[in-house]
């Protein structure tokens, strides 16, 4: 039987897998959320107010058809939470905005933005390709932003305006 021999350098690398996995899997309690669009809002997270982008997905810009029903869409879903709403952290963008996801219990909200045809997937920085399932069944069925069959993905309409 082998034992694990706790060095100088095993017990640096376990001590930062342990900080890192905390921070990463973690999910902290957001409040005083304001929402901007279908994908960003302001919240008080860890006694700071912040700007959150949503990870994994685009929604229409304000100005953009279905923009404004988009932002209802996450309005609705904060609202049926009972502002219980919790954030887990992903990283800082270039627009210094926290990106991650919000959860409501157990009920992942950036994947329910994608589930009601309220969001794109947002190809570019997707890594849970399950995203695309609901995507795909979202478009098939024709809910939300998929009933108008020239709907125009967020990042190709704001390039263009």
Known sequence: MKFLVFNKKNTTLCL????????????????????????SLKGVYKNELIKIRLAEIDAPELRQAFGLDSK?????????????????FKEKDRY????????????????????KGC????????????????????????????????AIAPWKWRRAN
Do not use: P
Request: charge should be negative; hydrophobic fraction near 40%; include cysteine.
């Open 119 to 150: 969001a794109w997937v947002y190809d570019r920085y997707v890594k849970r390709k399950v995203l695309f399932k609901h995507q795909d069944n979202a478009r098939e069925n024709n809910i939300g932003l998929w009933k108008n069959s020239e």
């Open 96 to 115: 210094n905005r926290h990106v991650g996801w919000i959860y409501s219990e157990d009920l992942d909200i950036n994947l329910e933005m994608v589930k």
């Open 16 to 39: 930062l897998i342990l900080l890192l996995s905390t921070n990463l899997f973690s999910k902290e309690l957001l409040t005083n959320i304001a929402i901007t669009d279908g994908d």
């Open 72 to 88: 209802n869409c996450l309005i609705s879903l904060i609202q049926e939470s009972n502002n219980e709403v919790f954030f887990k």
